[in-house]
């Protein structure tokens, strides 16, 4: 997980960097300072990811990640620019399956039953100053 604006945590320069795919996804992880708390993972590779979260997570920090379709696994934090992070692994990630289990939490529109029509709100227009007329001018076929 690089990133060419944050601080690199990488021990050999000439590293080959794994392919990553794009994926917006809610995990979460854990670490001793921080706790439990949710994190967006926005891409993935064979093993790490990268995201945001509501805490600035450092350099070297272990921690647990938790992955839908997943096991926990552990991993280590290797780069960190603000709230944005890139964490190395220990395990591999199966792509399919947290494609697979995301696609398990999406509801259709179709699928929900609870769907009812509102009525529109009942309300009075009437504003202090103004009288209510009964019948306005131009309208045919009322009496006067």
Known sequence: MS????QDASTAPDEKRQP????LVKAALACNRLGRFDVTVRNVSQTGVGGQGPHTLAIGERLTVFLPGHEPMP??????AGNRFGIETDRDIETV??????????VTTDSKADFQIVPAPQ????RPGLTRATSLPGHFGTKR
């Open 75 to 80: 991993g280590t934090v290797r780069w960190v």
């Open 97 to 106: 399956r947290l494609r697979a289990a995301h696609a398990d939490q999406l």
């Open 20 to 23: 990553r795919q794009s994926r």
């Open 123 to 126: 309300m009075s227009t009437w």
């Open 3 to 6: 990133n060419p604006e944050a």
